[in-house]
């Protein structure tokens, strides 16, 4: 079976949407069919809770950091079909402080992990890091073969994107993870009803172009509350924009990964658009009805106007 890759969800600004996309991204790729597994490297804990996992000592990721421990062993089914969890728990805010102080420090969960991605049971492993560039969040990057960054549509978002970007060039120059790719910068919290958020998609879009996602995830009240009921948005509101727009971002990046893995001479005919500009309601959805995106209460139009017009 081939390696499992692992994608960190990342960004050192609190509060962007990493915790809801890697929850829900990974829901909605179980749900089309992949083998994920995400892990919940936060002490907040909030992917646990928020996929309806109790907290337990010793079950988050802490002692294998620590003593090279296995994976493995941690791993924990959830309510989501082909969605499994390694939870987090209080103690990996102290493995902040144990870890600097190890040998090889930068590499410890990727010494943890590597056992668990040679077995090749997920098609996906996804990571969920707290909102910092502290020891956890640079374990998670020195491993990972890519990083989702979700940025909200605010002022400021570009901020905290050209940190993130000299960080993971760092870490590629250093030699610490050199084939660190990005996955793509997912925009999250797009609010249909303002120009900023539409000049903020605009001006990411003008700097990072098709590194961003066409998908835009739209502000959702329903998204917010999923985490307490225990529940990813399919479960929570299946039919809603929040879960509409997971399952089409999950589609897209999907696209994306078989895209970037067709080699060059097999590729798409030219007259054919890239992947990724091709505007996301036309495609035909593999899992559930276009419809369920006009059919709440919340704002329905396209989920990518700017995308659409440049297209
Ligand atoms: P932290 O940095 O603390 O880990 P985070 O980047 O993981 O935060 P989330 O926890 O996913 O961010 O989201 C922050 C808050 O915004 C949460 O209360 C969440 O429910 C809410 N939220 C996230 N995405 C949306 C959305 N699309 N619409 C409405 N609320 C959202
Ligand atoms: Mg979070």
Redesign the pocket.
């Known amino acids: 079976m081939a390696r499992s890759p692992i994608i960190a969800v990342a960004?050192q600004k609190?509060?962007?949407?990493?915790?809801?996309?890697a929850v829900n991204l990974a829901a909605c790729l179980a749900e089309q069919q992949q083998r994920v597994l995400l892990i919940d490297l936060?002490p907040?804990a909030?992917a646990t809770s928020g996929l309806g996992v109790a907290r337990r000592e010793g079950a988050s990721v802490y002692r294998a950091l620590l003593d090279n421990g296995r994976l493995a062993e941690l791993v924990l089914p959830t309510a989501v079909e082909r969605l499994d969890l390694i939870p987090s728990e209080l103690d990996l805010a102290g493995a902040e402080v144990d870890i600097a102080r190890a040998e090889r420090y930068l590499h410890r969960f990727q010494t943890a992990s590597a056992p668990l991605q040679a077995e090749g049971r997920y098609d996906f492993i996804f990571v969920d890091c707290?909102?910092s560039l502290g020891i956890l969040t640079m374990n998670a990057l020195t491993a990972a073969d890519a990083v989702l960054i979700?940025i909200q549509c605010e002022y400021y978002a570009l901020e905290g994107l050209s940190v993130i970007q000299r960080i993971i060039g760092q870490l590629r120059a250093s030699g610490a993870n050199p084939a660190l790719a990005i996955e793509g910068i997912v925009m999250?919290?797009y609010d249909l009803r303002t120009n900023l958020s539409q000049q903020v998609v605009q001006e990411v879009i003008q700097h990072f172009g098709d590194q961003v996602f066409e998908t835009l995830?739209?502000?959702?009240?329903r998204?917010?509350e999923a985490?307490s009921y225990g529940q990813p948005i399919i479960a929570y509101d299946q039919h809603g924009t929040?879960a509409a727009a997971y399952r089409q971002l999950a589609r897209e990046f999907l696209k994306r990964r078989r895209a970037a893995a067709q080699p060059a001479d097999s590729a798409e005919p030219a007259a054919e658009p890239p992947a990724s500009a091709a505007p996301p309601p036309a495609e035909p959805p593999a899992v559930e009805p276009a419809a369920p995106v006009a059919a709440t209460a919340e704002p329905a139009a396209p989920l990518s106007p700017l995308l659409k017009r440049s297209g």
């Not at 995830?217 to 009240?221: A, K, N, Q």
Request: net charge positive; hydrophobic share 20%.
């Open positions: 960004n609190g509060g962007v949407g990493k915790t809801t996309t936060d907040q909030n707290p909102p979700p999250t919290m995830i739209p502000r959702s009240v998204l917010s985490p929040g």
